[in-house]
């Protein structure tokens, strides 16, 4: 059974970084992995994707031009740093990983997704 464990999460003030990384117990070179968000009392979300091959990558408005996502499929990890953050960014991060970009972005079913990292962002 593929696992995901997500770390890095925690607390940071308004304007503050952290960066997030997320370990594969699977090889990861076959799949698109990425991050998705859920705020309190509010849906989950994709954040960000990054390609099998590191070509392509993606982001949420909401977050383009403070999270990079990046990924080293040989520790068969992915990373999502977080610049500039907001009390809007706080909830629970989760990683995933699909076959394809879109079913990663869509947050399909046939992913697999970790247990989540809590991110608190103070104002």
């Known amino acids: 059974q593929a696992a995901l464990v997500e770390s890095g999460?925690?607390?940071?003030?308004?304007?503050?970084?952290?960066?997030?990384?997320?370990t594969a117990s699977m090889r990861t070179n076959a799949y698109a992995m990425g991050w998705f968000r859920r705020a309190p009392g509010k849906e989950r979300e994709f954040v960000a994707a990054i390609s099998w091959n590191e070509i392509t990558t993606y982001y949420a408005d909401s977050v383009k031009g403070r999270f990079t996502v990046s990924r080293h499929?040989?520790?068969?990890?992915?990373?999502?740093?977080?610049?500039?953050?907001?009390?809007?960014?706080?909830?629970?991060?989760?990683?995933a990983a699909d076959q394809t970009d879109n079913l990663l972005k869509a947050g399909a079913e046939s992913g697999f997704w970790g247990q989540g990292t809590q991110v608190v962002v103070s104002s």
């Open 73 to 95: 499929n040989p520790e068969k990890s992915v990373y999502l740093q977080m610049n500039d953050l907001n009390p809007e960014d706080t909830g629970i991060y989760y990683c």
């Open 9 to 22: 999460g925690g607390l940071v003030e308004a304007g503050g970084s952290l960066q997030l990384s997320c």
